[in-house]
């Protein structure tokens, strides 16, 4: 290494498993990114995406500077100026329509990013709007508002203890794809594999067999949307032999074992012709649990972002608590993070307010996403005529994507915070681009709440800003600023905020935390010194502590979760609801170089194919392809009740018949974005295939899984 030549330890940003990355850098120019083999946590691991970390910062069509949109095209102008026009602007369509006719979308990179994090709320509560939007309603709400409910705070999510367990039940999750997901796992594949060399087993369930399923003890096959039956069913058979040991949980839970009542009329016999299993698998899998020394069932996106998803995650929470494994070594631990926001954030509101066209309650302050269109295009009091856009891309990311699309073609004003012209901030009139991950101090303060293993690691800024760039915090620390001052509002805070910056928040927290290192507490300081990170240690038990009611118990809500099964009743057993001729259930999937839509500007990330075929195909089961007569490869056409859309068929054994699989994230054709190795890889957009009036009534979210669809060859 030449005497130039720097390496530097931080972290990448661009999933949720917090590998430790060495950077090595010349001037300003990045050489090499690899996993960082000292880090305690990640022990050197990292896969392909962390590369693309260099390709956003090497990107010549990424922003640096804001730009607006003027008829002749994107014209550079200073930020002083952006923030001024972007705030008077804001200002002024609230003066004249009201507080509620600017909304907010904030998508999932924020949850990446320190800054955003502790100062954008500052922004948002300066915009004085109730038309908040994220992409939280497209993913994990079902899990907030499960741990809302149950434990009293909406992010105390209990996470699977993959070192410790002998049996761990995947529904509707691929971590070999994800690295986890509300479950922050490094080196997934060594763990799940360590699980069976100590004789224990991974078994999954899932519509299609995935990365995750390849590797697993067993794989089975489950018809979409289907998953709040298969809990039933294991918590009938559960009972009916008399195998629930709840243990401890009893004296958390007094009312736990009433769960009996509710599920008495869904045995196995009566589910299993319904989801595409048999009744002896449904036993062998409860059994098999009950068996093991430890165990825990995990449910994730594919058992989210379903009709019955909120429901199926509380079902697999009763499961994991009646089975005793909650709060246990080896089965659904809650995490002790170093900088700990739980006790400083909101605990979840539920349903305070209501969307103004469909009366959607909010959650959190947000209203779920797929209201959004009609929130812009309805005329009357509170219609949204802006939008303000952070770092997220709904018109590939949301349901009916097109409808969405057409709707921000129709606003008054948007700006957006973010580096690229995206399909969705081509619709700006400013776009404010903030510096990329490598370019700002990190901290998980998001991810250690979510991780398997307690640590801390602390990650400056691998290069110091360039002239005249910004941070994400920096850009909406100055539009709350602004706009403050415009409302007369007091904007004394300011002067300390800038002062302290995100860095000193951190700061304060660690230091408040219980945990020591070598006789010191934690400090930023501290964590400086130890560049790789710091191990605080496995999970621990944490009951009644973890529990934020305020007499520490859990509240299991019968009358808000259970109240449910009239819906699903009426869904899977009436006659008039018992599916819709010759269509085949939609489902997503990903794969391990991409991430939603971010990364597909990066020509690595891209490129290669998939047995001849792009990444982008409808993967089909060879039933379903011989009774359509299709062929691998071939062109298809996929229609629902909002849109259809055409992309090349990959015939697979590997997803269940009656089942048909799109990736999501893909859609790079519309005019007017300007991300060109994106555009040569552009695919489809599934998006414009799920319906936004479809949700899961418990919670909101959308239904992304088990849509009706209809295929024929082109």
Not at 273 to 290: A, K, Y
Not at 459 to 476: C, G, V
């Amino acid at each position: 290494m030449s005497t130039s030549q720097q390496k530097h330890y931080s972290t990448c940003t661009l999933c949720e498993a917090m590998c430790g990355i060495e950077v090595t850098t010349e001037d300003r120019q990045i050489l090499s990114i690899v996993g960082d083999k000292k880090n305690p946590f990640s022990e050197g691991h990292v896969c392909p995406k962390a590369m693309a970390l260099k390709d956003l910062y090497d990107d010549p069509e990424r922003l640096k500077l804001p730009v607006e949109k003027t008829p002749e095209g994107w014209r550079t102008i200073t930020w002083d100026e952006a923030f001024d026009k972007v705030a008077q602007q804001l200002f002024a369509i609230q003066q004249q329509h009201g507080d509620d006719a600017v909304g907010v979308y904030l998508g999932n990179p924020n949850a990446h990013n320190m800054g955003s994090i502790l100062f954008g709320p500052y922004f948002y509560r300066a915009l004085k709007t109730h038309n908040r939007y994220s992409a939280t309603s497209v993913d994990q709400l079902p899990h907030h508002i499960v741990s809302r409910q149950l434990f009293g705070h909406q992010s105390q999510i209990p996470i699977p203890d993959i070192d410790h367990t002998q049996y761990f039940m995947i529904i509707g999750g691929n971590p070999l794809a994800s690295n986890g997901s509300i479950m922050t796992v490094p080196h997934v594949k060594r763990r799940l594999k360590a699980i069976q060399a100590r004789g224990g087993k991974v078994v999954v369930i899932d519509p299609k067999q995935s990365e995750t399923a390849d590797i697993s003890t067993e794989h089975h096959f489950i018809k979409p949307g289907t998953d709040a039956l298969l809990l039933l069913a294991m918590l009938n058979t559960l009972f009916s032999h008399g195998w629930q040991k709840p243990g401890k949980l009893l004296d958390y839970a007094e009312q736990l074992l009433e769960v009996e009542t509710y599920v008495k009329d869904y045995p196995a016999s009566r589910v299993a012709p319904l989801i595409g299993m048999s009744e002896s698998q449904i036993e062998h899998l409860v059994e098999d649990f009950c068996d093991a020394s430890s165990a825990v069932c995990y449910g994730r996106m594919g058992a989210s972002v379903q009709a019955f998803g909120t429901l199926t995650q509380y079902l697999i929470m009763l499961f994991n608590m009646l089975t005793g494994n909650l709060d246990r070594a080896g089965g659904m631990m809650f995490t002790q993070p170093a900088a700990d926001t739980l006790p400083h954030s909101g605990r979840g509101s539920i349903a305070q307010y209501h969307s103004r066209v469909r009366h959607l309650p909010a959650f959190a302050g947000e209203f779920p996403v797929s209201a959004l269109s009609e929130e812009i295009t309805t005329p009357g009091e509170g219609q949204i005529k802006a939008m303000v856009i952070g770092a997220g891309n709904p018109v590939l990311t949301t349901p009916n994507g097109q409808q969405l699309d057409d709707a921000f073609a129709g606003l008054e004003y948007m700006v957006a915070v973010d580096f690229y012209v995206t399909e969705t901030s081509r619709h700006a009139n400013i776009i404010l681009p903030p510096v990329t991950a490598l370019e700002r101090d990190h901290y998980d303060v998001v991810f250690h709440n979510f991780a398997v293993r307690n640590s801390s690691k602390y990650s400056p800024a691998i290069f110091s800003p360039e002239k005249d760039s910004l941070t994400d915090w920096q850009i909406y620390l100055q539009l709350a600023q602004r706009l403050d001052t415009l409302r007369g509002v007091p904007t004394d805070k300011y002067q300390a905020l800038w002062a302290k910056e995100p860095k000193g928040v951190v700061d304060d927290l660690l230091k408040s935390s219980s945990y020591r290192h070598e006789g010191k507490r934690l400090s930023i300081e501290l964590l400086l010194e130890k560049p790789h990170g710091i191990d605080l240690g496995p999970l621990r038990e944490n009951l009644p502590e973890a529990i934020f009611h305020p007499e520490q118990k859990i509240d299991l809500r019968f009358d808000y979760f259970m109240a449910d099964l009239v819906r699903l009743n009426k869904h899977f057993f009436s006659a008039v609801n018992q599916g819709q001729q010759d269509s085949l259930l939609l489902i997503g999937r990903r794969h391990l170089k991409t991430n939603n839509s971010w990364l597909h500007n990066s020509n690595r990330m891209v490129k290669g194919t998939n047995n001849g075929l792009s990444r982008c195909t409808a993967q089909l089961h060879s039933e379903d392809a011989q009774r359509y007569n299709i062929e691998n490869g071939q062109m298809i056409s996929v229609k629902s009740r909002v849109g259809e859309i055409a992309l090349p068929a990959e015939v697979t054994d590997k997803i269940m018949p009656g089942v048909i699989s799109i990736p999501h994230g893909w859609g790079h054709n519309k005019k007017g974005s300007k991300w060109s190795v994106a555009e040569q890889h552009a695919g489809v957009n599934v998006n414009e295939l799920t319906d936004e009036l479809v949700l899961d009534e418990l919670s909101g979210n959308a239904v992304l899984n088990g849509v009706p669809v209809w295929i024929k060859g082109l």
